[in-house]
C-alpha cells in the first residue's frame, strides 16, 4: 500500500513536470527574445528606412509591409470564410455533397504552408500573371487562413440557440431574414474574434511568402498591389541567415522579432480576451 | 411603408421575397463550395507543375535515388530519398519529446491540476501555438543550437536534434489542447462508477479515462506529426539544410519543405529542376493528405463513441 502511493505520488510529480515544461519553454523563448531586441526598440527603428545593407537603419518598410499583407489577406479571407460557413451551418443539409465540403475544409488546414507557396507561385504569380507581388502573397495566405476563418465561424453561428430560428421562421421570416436580422447579429462577434487569430497566423507566415512576392530589399515602399513587398518575417529568415555580415545584423534581426512578436502575441491576447468575454455575455 | 406593401399584389410581393432567398441560397452555395475549388486548384498546380519532371527527367532516380544534387553541371541527380529521410527521422525525434511531454501535460490539466492552474495555463499554451514558425526557427539557430553542440558536442552546429526539439515544442499546443479535449469528454459517470468501486484515482485515470479517451488522443498525435511534416521555416533554420543520407541526429539533414523552400528561389522558371521541386511538393501534399485522413476518421470515430 505504502509503495503504491509513492508510486502515485512519482507519477504526479511527473505529470506537473510536463505541465511545468510548457511553462520553462515559452519563459525561456519569450525572455532571449525580449532581452535580444529589447534594447534595439525606438521611434527611430520603428519609423526608418534600413541603411547600410540593413546593419543598421530601421524596419519601417517591413511593418508596412507586413501590415498591408495582413489587411488585404483579410479582405479577400472574411467574406470567403463567413459565407462558407453560412451555407455550411445554415443551409447545408446532412449528406454525401455536405461531408465532402466538410472533408475539403478539413484537408485544406492540413495542407503543409509551403504547400500553399507553391500553389500561389503556380496559379498566382504564373497562370493568372500577377507576378511577384502583394496580390500573390495575399490571395495565396487568404485561402492558408480560410479553414481557421470557417471554423471560427461555425462555432459562432452554432453557438446562437436553434429556437431563435425557429421564432422567426414561425412568424413568416424567410430562411435569409431569419440568418440576417435573428442569427448573424449574435454570431458576429464571434467571428471576428475567430478571425483574430487568422489575421495574427497570416501575419507571421513566412514559407508562403517567401514564392510569392516578398523581397529582400526594397528601397521605397511598394505603391501598388502588384509590387513585391519587404515584409516582417521573411526579412527575419534572410537576416539571419543569408546576410553577408551575420553578426552586424543581429540587433536589427532581434528588434524585428520583438515587433513581429508584439504584433502577433497581442491579437492573441485580444482574440483570446474577447472570446471569453462573448462566451460568457451570451450564455442562453 | 405598410400601406405601400399591402397596395402591391399579394402575388407578387410574395414571389419577390421568394426569388430573393432562392438566389441569396445559391450565392451562398458557391461561396460554400470555394473550400473544395481550393484544394482542387491546389492539386491541380502541382500536377500541372510537377508532373512535366516525371516527362523530361528520370522519374525512377526520383524515387530510388539517393542523391539530391541538381546543380550538378554534368549530371544532375534528383534523388528524393535524402530528404524523405530527413523529414521522417527530423520528425521521429519530435515526437519522441512531444508525445509523453503533450500526453502527461494533458492528463495534468485534464484531471488533476488545480482549475486556477489550469485558467492560467491554457491561454501560455495557445500563445505558445501563436509564436510564428520563424521565430522558432531563429530560437533554434542563435540559442538552442549552441546549448545543442554544448551538451552533446555535436558534428555539425545545426543538425536534426536541434530541429526535433524546436518542432517538438511547435508540436505541443496541437497534442495538448486536442487530447485534453478528448480526455475531457469521457463520460463522468465512468470515472464515478471506478471510483466508487474503490480504485485510486490514478487507476481510474490509467485504467479508465485513458482507454476511453485513447482514440481522440491518438487522433490529436498525428494531427501533431502531419503539422510537424508540413513545417517548414523552423526545420530551414534549425537542421543545416544538407541533402545527405545519415541516421546521427547529430548531423545537418535536410527536409523536403526546406528543400522547396531554399531552392524555389533560385530556379529558373521552367527548367526541369522547377519541376522537380513541385514532384517535392506533391510527395509532401500525398503524405500530409494522407495522414490528416487518419486523423480525421479517427476523429470522427472517438466523437461518435462519446
Known sequence: MKWKKIKEHIIYSLLRLSGLFIVCALAILLLYIISGGIGKISWEFLTSFPTNGMMSGGIFPMIIGTLSLMVLTMVIALPIGIFSAIYLVEYAKPGRFTDAIRLAVHNLAGVPSIVYGLLGLGFFVVFLGFGLSLISAAFTLAIMVLPIVIASAQEALRAVPQNMREGALALGSTKWETTRHHVLPYALPGMLTGSILALSRAAGETAPIIMTGAAFYITHLSSSIFDEFMALPYSIYTLATQSSNVEATRPTVFGAILVLLLIVLCMNLVAIIARNYYRKKYRW | ?306
Do not use: Q
Open chain 2, 1 to 306: 411603408m405598410k400601406l405601400k406593401i399591402f397596395n402591391l399584389p399579394k402575388y407578387d410581393y410574395k414571389r419577390i421575397r421568394h426569388i430573393k432567398d432562392k438566389t441569396i441560397k445559391k450565392v451562398l452555395l458557391a461561396f460554400g463550395l470555394t473550400a473544395v475549388v481550393f484544394i482542387i486548384l491546389i492539386l491541380a498546380f502541382l500536377l500541372i507543375e510537377g508532373l512535366p519532371f516525371f516527362f523530361k527527367g528520370d522519374g525512377i532516380d526520383f524515387f530510388t535515388g539517393d542523391i539530391w544534387d541538381p546543380s550538378s553541371p554534368n549530371v544532375p541527380r534528383y534523388g528524393i530519398l535524402p530528404m524523405v529521410l530527413g523529414t521522417f527521422l527530423v520528425t521521429l525525434g519530435a515526437i519522441a519529446i512531444a508525445v509523453p511531454v503533450g500526453i502527461g501535460c494533458s492528463i495534468y490539466l485534464a484531471e488533476i491540476a488545480h482549475p486556477k492552474i489550469r485558467e492560467t495555463l491554457k491561454p501560455l499554451i495557445e500563445i505558445l501555438a501563436g509564436i510564428p514558425s520563424v521565430v522558432y526557427g531563429f530560437f533554434a539557430l542563435v540559442i538552442l543550437s549552441a546549448w545543442i553542440d554544448d551538451f552533446f558536442h555535436s558534428t555539425t552546429r545545426l543538425n536534426a536534434l536541434t530541429g526535433s526539439i524546436m518542432l517538438a515544442v511547435m508540436m505541443l499546443p496541437i497534442i495538448i489542447s486536442l487530447s485534453e479535449d478528448a480526455i475531457r469528454s469521457v463520460p463522468r459517470e465512468m470515472k464515478e462508477a471506478s471510483l466508487a468501486l474503490g480504485l485510486s484515482k490514478w487507476d481510474t485515470i490509467r485504467g479508465v479515462v485513458l482507454p476511453a479517451a485513447l482514440s481522440g488522443i491518438t487522433a490529436a498525435v498525428i494531427l501533431g506529426v502531419a503539422r510537424a511534416i508540413g513545417e517548414t521555416m523552423t526545420v530551414l533554420m534549425a537542421t543545416g539544410n544538407a541533402p545527405v543520407i545519415s541516421f546521427d541526429m547529430l548531423t545537418s539533414m535536410r527536409t523536403m519543405t526546406a528543400t522547396i523552400a531554399i531552392e524555389m528561389g533560385e530556379v529558373p522558371f521552367g527548367s526541369i529542376h522547377y519541376h522537380a521541386l513541385f514532384a517535392v511538393g506533391i510527395v509532401l501534399f500525398a503524405i500530409t493528405f494522407v495522414i490528416n485522413f487518419i486523423a480525421g476518421r479517427v476523429m470522427k470515430r472517438f466523437r461518435e463513441k462519446y
